[in-house]
């Protein structure tokens, strides 16, 4: 009878394991399905691809997202320039085999330039990524809904409240996104950063007679917006900035760089012009109480570029931004992961953390942590039926 015991259980162990490396449910699994993904930027997307690669059934995947429009990438910044050179959105899309088994015209242009060391708007990224969107909601259940709140049930089973309905999932990656920051200066005509990062939005917001613009912030986007509104002739523009300016390569005087300095156009342009022939409109001064006491009441209209933050998260636990999370693994909480802007991964540079947020960086996160996630699944429900087995031999 031992001896049927032990084999009963080992025939389970090693069906379990199968089923399980295919994301199948099991006896621990309750949920409606196994992995769902929330959001649909590019991080969404990337994690969309790598679960397929890795062997994940389409059909254990759902992907919810209110838009599917390439996140707030597709939204707002379709003509705005990239700070990365053709050949890395490339790496992108050619990272997973479901990008590229289907014909698209956006993603053939963007192959056509795959060996371009100049930066593309974009518009060039987007165009084929949404391309890919729609090829993958043809292939995994997607959900075109919001996210109104996630708990864990008595199942321990993720449940997902959307607008429109509700569901479990055992597996749960939050790619929501983030949103730009902004603070309360006493200056309340305020632009958005998601209008005034595109030139042409901008141009309609401003007035180039009267102006004063108070432009909050000295990383890239901002020296961008700086660009811009010195290139639409706004009469005064006063930058408030908190360290000077930094590249992220040698300029060719063999100035420090600095792992997120400028690059691109944008970098070129802060080197040549901004340092060295600085435009009579703008003074840019360091970000401290008594410069904007003296000159925040001079300015008619404020625009913050000092980067972004995460957006909410409805966890029933009360949390909303403020979620911790591993930004090693990604993970949130048991079956709970998080991925992108939001939760990217941080690395170590001149001895403070520093976000990875790049279209590669979320691809090569992606491919990095996934095979964890499932691995750490696999190991647990090893380890359930190992318990059986032992229970089983007594």
Same mark, same amino acid.
């Given at each position: 009878m031992r001896q049927s015991y032990v084999y009963l259980v080992s025939c389970l162990l090693s069906f379990s394991f199968n089923v399980c490396a295919k994301n199948s449910k099991t006896q621990e699994h309750h949920a409606d399905v196994s992995w769902t993904v929330v959001g649909a930027g590019p991080a969404g997307i990337a994690t969309i691809g790598v679960l397929l690669e890795l062997g994940i059934s389409e059909k254990d995947i759902v992907w919810v997202d209110p838009k599917f429009d390439v996140g707030r990438l597709g939204e707002y910044y379709y003509n705005v320039p990239g700070n990365a050179v053709t050949k890395n959105y490339v790496f992108f899309v050619q990272q997973c085999r479901v990008f590229n088994e289907f014909p698209s015209q956006a993603r053939d242009k963007l192959f056509e330039d795959s060996d371009s060391c100049e930066e593309c708007i974009? #518009?060039? &990224? &987007?165009?084929?990524?949404l391309d890919i969107t729609n090829h993958l909601r043809t292939k995994v259940t997607s959900v075109q809904d919001s996210l109104v709140s996630l708990k864990r049930n008595e199942q321990h089973e993720w449940h997902l409240q959307l607008n429109n309905s509700s569901f479990t999932s055992h597996n749960v990656v939050l790619a929501t996104g983030a949103q730009p920051r902004k603070l309360n200066y006493p200056c309340k005509n305020c632009i958005s950063l998601d209008l005034a990062i595109d030139k042409n939005k901008l141009t309609q917001l401003v007035d180039t007679q009267s102006d004063t613009i108070a432009l909050i912030g000295g990383a890239h986007s901002a020296i961008l917006i700086l660009k811009y509104l010195s290139e639409i002739g706004v009469p005064?523009? &006063?930058?408030f900035y908190k360290h000077p300016l930094r590249y992220a390569y040698d300029m060719g005087d063999g100035n420090p760089t600095h792992f997120n300095g400028l690059k691109g156009a944008t970098g070129r342009w802060a080197y040549n012009v901004l340092e060295k022939n600085s435009p009579a409109q703008i003074a840019r001064l360091k970000n401290s109480q008594e410069a904007r006491e003296a000159w925040l009441p001079?300015?008619?209209?404020?625009?913050?570029?000092? #980067?972004?933050?995460?957006?909410?998260?409805?966890l029933a636990e009360g949390?909303?931004?403020q979620v911790d999370y591993n930004s090693s693994s990604g993970e949130i909480s048991s079956r709970l992961f998080?991925? #992108?802007?939001?939760?990217?991964?941080? &690395?170590?540079?001149d001895g403070k953390k520093e976000a990875m947020i790049g279209l590669i960086d979320f691809m090569l996160y992606a491919q990095r942590v996934a095979p964890?996630?499932?691995?750490?699944?696999?190991?647990?429900?090893i380890e359930l039926l190992n318990n059986i087995l032992t229970i089983s031999i007594l």
């Open positions: 974009l #518009g060039f &990224v &987007v165009d084929p990524l005064r523009i &006063v930058n001079l300015c008619n209209k404020i625009i913050y570029a000092i #980067g972004y933050t995460r957006n909410p998260v409805p949390h909303t931004s998080g991925i #992108g802007i939001a939760f990217p991964e941080q &690395v170590i540079e964890e996630w499932i691995k750490k699944l696999h190991s647990r429900h």
